[in-house]
């Protein structure tokens, strides 16, 4: 039986996103995992300001950087962080990242940079890219992902993540992340992903294709439009991501005024079973028809 219609579903995670969707980092989430590990109970005092938390990230005592980092993070979604400041931030946190034996605070670091979308933090998001955790790589890629389309990244190696061999993970957000920035070898890259033997791999493929309205995307795009919410089998996707995937799509064919799938569209509509998911197609109708 499929999904009732509801508002109540769950938040998207990270890895539901992709970055032309306008992803958005819980970094604050990202740590709750590793703070419970380390036993941290004790929070810092609301006195302290980012200086004094970055100040902190740097001690050599882990529990302490781990909590600061904790604390940083609520200044960072808060957009608390004067203007001025930025400089001073970015470096010491490219600072931490460069002195970091530990793999959680890098990604934290690398996410941190993400958020902030300036360009200063082009140099360690570049270098992030050959990270050995590949949770690190991950992340930058997302986060170059958000930069401005002017950035100066080191496309090579985005762009080696979609070899053969690579973990699908980072094939899909390596082909995301050039669609987000328009790059021009982008189309020519994603058509053979359509025939990846992970699907995810080629959902992420036809999202990135639409942009430049390829019909050999419609197939994939179809299939996740079709996509239940109710699949309990392990390794499937669940209900979230179904939403999210499906969302993702719809924005994506909005911005692009792709009428071919008109059709498509208006049977996600009528048959949805996700209020949000049906809402959505309505509204991408009404701008298609227009």
Known sequence: MSEPKSNNAPAKKMLESSPMSGIAVPIAIVLVGALIIFGVTKMLSSGKNHRDLIEEMNSKTFGNRWVAAYELSKFLAS????????PWVIENLSKVYQESV???????????????????????????LDDQDPQVKFNAVVSLGRMNKTSDIKWENIEAMLQQDVDPGLKQVAILTMAAHARPNTEEKALPLLNNSDRTVRYSAATALIQFKNKEAIPVLEEILNLRYDVAKAGELNGAQVEGLKTNVLENIEKSKWNDLVGIIQKVEETDSNIRVATKAKQVLKLLKI
Not at 79 to 86: N, V
Not at 116 to 125: D, I, Y
């Open 102 to 128: 530990d793999a959680r605070t890098r990604n934290f670091v690398v996410l941190a940079l993400g958020s902030l979308n300036n360009a200063l933090a082009l140099p360690v998001l570049n270098t992030a």
């Open 79 to 86: 957009d608390k962080i004067p203007k001025e400041d930025m």
